[in-house]
């Protein structure tokens, strides 16, 4: 069974600053897929960045890039310029490419202090 | 717009009581998913449909049942056989139904179940 472990419960920053979010999974899968969702105080969860498992080229999204090391299974989220709207809890998740099931980690609270 | 409701936004049950939640999609996804989220946890899925007329339970569907009659709509009862009911439900579509391929899933804004 895949796994999806996050070992930062709560994480803060300063604003203007980078951080970066860890995540590691479990899978003998070698076709699969990736994602970092935010959940800010609304509640409401927003996809980040997703990364094809096939693709070795690392994704960005504006202020937003991973870290894709898949022999380690290895999953980290750098946010550049943090700004105050990055607060939130943000979630890695693995995709079964079968059945399209998510998998979410425990979750990191990151909090953006000005 | 499209996008994804879910309602109502808060619910209270009293104990031994079943519920419904509603969660309807005007994006034509064919694939739907519920989860549920407990305070400072990850999301765990509890049931998904990939088609009309199909589900398959999740990792906690105990207590749970769906229906899926309308490509629109994958209402959740939660019976009074869960034991835990009280946390935060998650409704969610993307576009692979039997044919399946990676795509993101959308979420809705959720409902907040308190058993009283």
């Known amino acids: 069974a895949q796994t999806v472990t996050q070992s930062q419960p709560e994480m803060s920053v300063q604003e203007a600053e980078t951080v970066t979010l860890s995540c590691t999974y479990d899978t003998s899968e070698s076709n699969y897929y990736l994602f970092w969702y935010k959940q800010p105080p609304s509640r409401q969860m927003i996809l980040v960045i997703r990364?094809?498992?096939?693709?070795?080229q690392n994704a960005t999204e504006n202020r937003f890039s991973v870290n894709f090391q898949k022999a380690a299974k290895s999953f980290s989220l750098k946010i550049s310029d943090s700004q105050l709207g990055d607060t939130a809890m943000y979630f890695c998740?693995?995709?079964?490419?079968?059945?399209?099931?998510?998998?979410f980690g425990q979750g990191t609270t990151l909090q953006v202090k000005p | 717009d499209g996008g994804i409701t879910q309602s109502p936004k808060y619910l209270f049950r009293k104990e031994g009581q079943n519920v419904t939640l509603s969660c309807e999609q005007n994006?034509?996804?064919?694939?739907m998913y519920w989860y549920r989220q407990d305070p400072g946890q990850g999301l765990r899925l509890i049931y998904y449909?990939?088609?009309?007329?199909?589900?398959q339970k999740g990792d906690i569907a105990e207590g749970y049942s769906v229906s899926r009659e309308k490509k629109e709509s994958f209402p959740l009862t939660v019976t009074s056989a869960q034991k835990n009911p009280t946390a935060f439900y998650l409704c969610?579509?993307?576009?692979?139904?039997?044919?399946?391929?990676?795509?993101?899933?959308?979420f809705g804004p959720g409902t907040r179940l308190t058993v009283l």
């Open positions: 969610a579509s993307s576009i692979p139904g039997l044919f399946s391929s990676y795509n993101e899933q959308f």
């Open positions: 994006l034509n996804h064919d694939a």
């Open positions: 449909s990939q088609i009309v007329n199909d589900f």
């Open positions: 990364q094809e498992a096939y693709k070795q």
């Open positions: 998740a693995f995709m079964n490419s079968n059945t399209g099931k998510l998998i």
